[in-house]
């Protein structure tokens, strides 16, 4: 049973007549006349009484005649779904981010839903080292990192270039220095964050490589309570230039330029390579593409190839 021959039968039970529904569904009435045939071998029940020429109902066709409109009208209006997830009128988007990659996601997503209001997006917080892993196994179909996955089932799509940043109190001795080596912060007291990373493993062997050590008499598990507690006075952060804006421009904490370690932190957006995007996916790369274009630097779309 196929949704042509629900179509047929239903033509010839509102026509009350075989060649009438053939006209109607542009077919002819050999054609008709088989697919009623096929459709009741199949049931195996008589759906039209033979000895009436105007296509009356037996109890069999009455019963089928009730699924048979339910089903096709499922069919238009599963057909109009997806034509609305076409054109962006329904649909959701999820992606992964943890608390510092998701800052560079809002004035995208802004965009985005400015484009597209009816959208529903869910940014889910997670981990960085799994959020590739979740991309893998559909969980999100976005993800935003900090570093490139090695896995080749990723694909990456570089959207924004950062630099780790030295922030103090304004009060710390350092506050008017401007510039500073390295060697002259191995007596200073580092607020950390307590999860491990790539970035936090390339500044330990920044500082290993020239001898200086690195004291992290505190770790935190936010980027917020970091900030918050080098601005009551405790010690030094380095912490990605994103997320110090507001408080490098309030004054609250001040930036110090250390020559050795200018280090650029690239977001990316990861997907699988071999899967076929949303079109909210493909509407929302759309979006960023477009947004980087028009606003530049520390924005971009540079896709990054395999391997």
């Known amino acids: 049973m196929d949704l042509f021959q629900l179509e047929t039968f239903l033509a010839v039970s509102e026509e009350r007549s075989f060649s009438r529904a053939a006209t109607r569904l542009h077919r002819t009435q050999p054609a008709v006349s088989q697919a009623i045939a096929k459709l009741e071998a199949e049931l195996g029940e008589v759906l039209l009484e033979r000895s009436s020429r105007d296509g009356t109902l037996t109890d069999a066709g009455d019963v089928l005649r009730e699924y048979a409109v339910k089903l096709l009208n499922l069919r238009t209006e599963a057909a109009g779904a997806l034509n609305e997830l076409?054109?962006?009128?329904?649909?959701?988007?999820?992606?992964?981010?943890?608390?510092?990659?998701?800052?560079?996601?809002?004035?995208?997503?802004?965009?985005?839903r400015r484009l597209n209001p009816r959208i529903k997006v869910t940014v889910q917080r997670a981990l960085a080292s799994r959020i590739a892993d979740d991309v893998l196994v559909h969980t999100v179909e976005i993800g935003v990192l900090s570093f490139r996955p090695d896995d080749a089932a990723i694909r990456s799509v570089v959207v924004y270039r950062d630099e780790l940043d030295l922030v103090v109190n304004p009060k710390h001795p350092l506050a008017r220095a401007g510039e500073v080596s390295i060697r002259q912060l191995g007596a200073e007291n580092f607020i950390a964050h307590n999860i491990s990373s790539p970035q936090r493993q390339k500044v330990i062997e920044t500082f290993r490589r020239h001898k200086t050590p690195l004291r992290m008499g505190v770790e935190l598990p936010s980027l917020e309570a970091i900030k918050r507690f080098v601005e009551m006075g405790n010690g030094v952060a380095l912490v990605p230039g994103l997320t110090v804006r507001t408080e490098l421009a309030s004054g609250a904490l001040v930036r110090v330029r250390v020559r050795e370690l200018q280090l650029e932190r690239r977001l990316r957006l990861v997907y699988r390579r071999q899967a076929s995007l949303s079109h909210v996916a493909v509407a929302f790369l759309k979006v960023v593409e477009n947004y980087a274009a028009a606003h530049g630097d520390p924005y971009c779309f540079q896709a990054e190839r395999a391997g």
């Open 86 to 112: 076409r054109e962006l009128h329904r649909g959701r988007l999820n992606i992964a981010a943890n608390e510092y990659t998701c800052l560079v996601l809002l004035p995208l997503l802004d965009e985005f």
